[in-house]
């Protein structure tokens, strides 16, 4: 069969809306690990305020990048999707949790902070996908490419530090903010694999072009001349 030309399944919401719970869970764990790694390697203190703060950015990520996927089964006009798009991007969401937890960390988002997450957020594209393309869709994920993401992780976490140095604001030394970066993108990194594993068991049938796949997500059915069976 040509698999090159079949549509993906339609997910399922209750099965979207549970994967969403489940990458919300994991971001919400990797926040505070990120945190407790770089207050390890760092040799600073532990304090519950900034483990809630890396809870709350690992949230505002998952939820933001659950929402616009959803919204992208819904349907919505050009300008409303590129939106959205821009928003659920690398560099929407880097500014977005940059400009929140500045804001909660100094009472103010200083403008270099925020250059410092436009150029971190171009080695994080790979992070900034949603929980089906995560899962490689219709075919499953691999696990190398989630290893690549995890070192896209380290290397985010190190431009940002360094871009903030340049800017005026010594957050962290370099590798306590790599360190941090990679340990951040273990946790969603494993669960993201496991879907792709789980997304990897699909079944097809042909019957004269008329074709039926379906994997974990859902099923999807229809009509490909080069798919005899």
């Known amino acids: 069969m040509d698999m090159d030309n079949a549509n993906r399944p339609a997910i399922n919401i209750w099965t979207f809306f549970a994967l ?6 994991a971001n919400a764990a990797a926040g505070p690990a990120a945190v407790a790694t770089a207050a390890h390697v760092n040799g600073s203190p532990l304090t519950a305020r900034a483990m809630q703060i890396g809870a709350l950015a690992g949230v505002t990520k998952s939820g933001v990048l659950a929402f616009v996927e959803f919204a992208a089964y819904a349907g919505l006009p050009t300008a409303a999707w590129i939106l959205l798009a821009l928003v659920a991007s690398s560099f929407g969401i880097c500014v977005l949790i940059t400009a929140e937890v500045s804001n909660l960390v100094l009472g103010e988002t200083p403008s270099a902070l925020l250059v410092a997450a436009v150029v971190a957020a171009i080695p994080l594209s790979g992070e900034c996908i949603g929980i089906y393309q995560s899962a490689g869709g219709l075919y499953g994920g691999q696990a190398q490419s989630q290893l690549f993401v995890l070192g896209l992780d380290a290397l ?5 530090a360094r871009m903030a140095h340049n800017g ?42 008329h074709y039926v796949i379906t994997n974990a997500f859902g099923t999807r059915r229809g009509y490909n001349p080069n798919w005899n069976g």
């Open 20 to 25: 969403a719970a489940l990458d919300l869970a």
């Open 156 to 160: 985010g976490g190190y431009v940002f």
């Open 168 to 209: 005026g604001y010594d957050i962290c030394p370099y590798n306590v903010a790599a360190a941090a970066g990679a340990v951040y993108g273990v946790i969603p990194g494993f669960f993201h694999t496991i879907l792709g594993c789980i997304a990897g068991a699909t079944m097809y049938e042909s019957t004269n072009g």
